[in-house]
């Protein structure tokens, strides 16, 4: 068992929990689709945000009744990087994200990033958040499965030489609550992505905020100990 | 008492209800706010849509924080039909909104648009529905007042000769709900403009479907009284 200091260790996701960019990245896969002739309402694509790359083209295939080729499974990624690439001009930190992770910080308690993107499309959003060099992180690159597998979860628990036990994984999507479940790990939801807070409810959450800054006015909920409790 | 064949008169709104263009308006809204240095995220600014534009200016600047002055006050709308038309070229029609449109037609339900928009940035959204030219809309330059104050309802159900009692307002968000009540109509919200289904529930919905398609398929459960049933 690793040590525990009584504090709960932190595991977030970025897009929609972190980063204000769950509408520009519904929009670029909508736009993508559109180049391989599949249309599917905004509100569709939305709900599949924060699953891989992989499996969002998938997923977004069959909702619209239809087989890709190898190509356009291939293809269908990188047309979104590229339709994402012109929206992320737009794409700002969220209200409380940086303060939220000093806070942890300054408190001792220890967190990760545990992304569905891949590194190389998630680096503005590391980069808005003004992480320090020694912030794990852990993207789709580094594991085989990602969310709603629990697999990004793990490596980042891993790599913090944490349990399972003692995480609470942060997101805004059902994928992110879906994969705390099967890693057994507690999940907190944030509207900041823009689903409803039923919908995070449903899908296994503990409590749900409205997004980082008022998780971190609520942060003894989810039983983080700072000077005074 | 008006005529009543024993069919309801539906009164739709249009942008998120038959048009996929609540993600574009949230956006375009989210830039036109920046320009007057107010920043909102996408999933707050989301949750206004379908409010009127004095409405939504007022409420966004309380959200925010934020005294506007009067130049400002003007110049949102404006910024907001800026960046919106900037985008109006990913909009398209909803799954189902023409079809459920004729359906009524050919049954012989009256129905009447209803947008809280002004008629000049609706007008893309009239012409991809293909509406004949006989086709009762009510826009924001008709009435004094726009949701979610239900004047919008009340002129649109005047202008077919209906009684309100027998009026279903179809909407996808919060805001066309709570008119809906306020006017002593039904409700029936539709999740393609994005909220969740609990947001639509707890405003009042009597039934909430997926998009117009989803209606269509369930439209005896409003009621409605084609041949055969």
């Known amino acids: 068992m690793s040590k525990n200091d009584g504090n709960p260790v932190f595991l977030f996701d970025v897009d929609g929990t ?3 960019s769950a509408y520009q990245h519904a929009l670029a896969w909508r736009e993508a ?3 391989v002739q599949i249309y599917l309402p905004a509100w569709r694509v939305h709900r599949y945000i924060g699953m891989s790359g992989g499996m969002i083209v998938h997923a977004l295939a069959r909702e619209a ?6 190509e356009e499974q291939e293809r269908l990624p990188k047309l979104h990087g590229e339709a994402y690439a012109k929206r992320v001009g737009e794409v700002k930190v969220l209200p409380g994200a940086r303060e939220l992770l000093s ?3 300054n408190a001792g308690v220890r967190w990760a990033l545990a992304t569905s993107s891949e590194r190389e499309k998630a680096k503005p959003a590391f980069e808005m958040l003004g992480l320090n060099d020694d912030v794990v992180i852990i993207t789709r690159d580094e594991v085989k499965r990602a969310k709603p597998d629990p ?11 944490a349990e399972m036990l003692h995480c609470i994984v942060v ?3 059902v994928w992110d609550l879906l994969a705390a479940r099967r ?6 939801g944030l509207l900041s992505g823009g689903y409803g807070e039923d919908e995070l409810i449903k899908a ?5 905020y409205k997004d980082p800054a008022d998780l971190l006015a609520h942060l003894e909920e989810t039983g983080v100990r700072t000077a005074g409790n």
């Open 151 to 161: 697999d990004l979860f793990f490596a980042a628990a891993t790599k913090l030489g």
């Open 204 to 208: 296994g959450a503990y409590r749900v």
């Open 103 to 105: 806070a942890l910080t």
């Open 65 to 70: 009744g239809r087989q890709l080729s190898r």
């Open 18 to 20: 972190l980063i204000d």
């Open 183 to 188: 890693a057994r790990a507690i999940g907190v």
């Open 171 to 173: 997101g805004d999507s």
């Open 33 to 35: 689709l559109e180049q």
